[in-house]
């Protein structure tokens, strides 16, 4: 567990990641992570949800238009 504190940084607010956090999740300088509240909280992740739900919808669309996708790549 870690203890985050929340500085000025500039004219807005941040806080310093500890080296372990950023390791664990492959994270460098500039770099996104997103933010996603959920029922326990806020979760920190580096993967983009928005992306998540935009590879679903590819793969409903795939599955069903299989056949068309093999005919086109001939």
């Not at 941040?14 to 390791?23: C, D, R, S, T």
């Not at 590879?55 to 599955?63: G, I, P, S, W």
């Given at each position: 567990?870690?203890?985050?504190?929340?500085?000025?940084?500039?004219?807005?607010?941040?806080?310093?990641?500890?080296?372990?956090?950023?390791?664990?999740?492959?994270?460098?300088?500039?770099?996104?992570?997103?933010?996603?509240?959920?029922?326990?909280?806020?979760?920190?992740?580096?993967?983009?949800?928005?992306?998540?739900?935009?590879?679903?919808?590819?793969e409903?669309t795939?599955?069903?238009?299989?056949?068309?996708?093999?005919?086109?790549?001939?």
């Amino acid at each position: 567990m870690y203890t985050l504190k929340i500085r000025k940084v500039g004219s807005s607010l941040g806080m310093i990641l500890p080296a372990e956090i950023l390791k664990a999740l492959h994270l460098g300088e500039g770099d996104q992570l997103f933010g996603i509240v959920d029922k326990d909280g806020v979760r920190l992740t580096p993967y983009d949800p928005e992306f998540d739900s935009a590879v679903q919808a590819f793969e409903r669309t795939r599955r069903k238009f299989r056949n068309a996708f093999r005919e086109l790549a001939k």
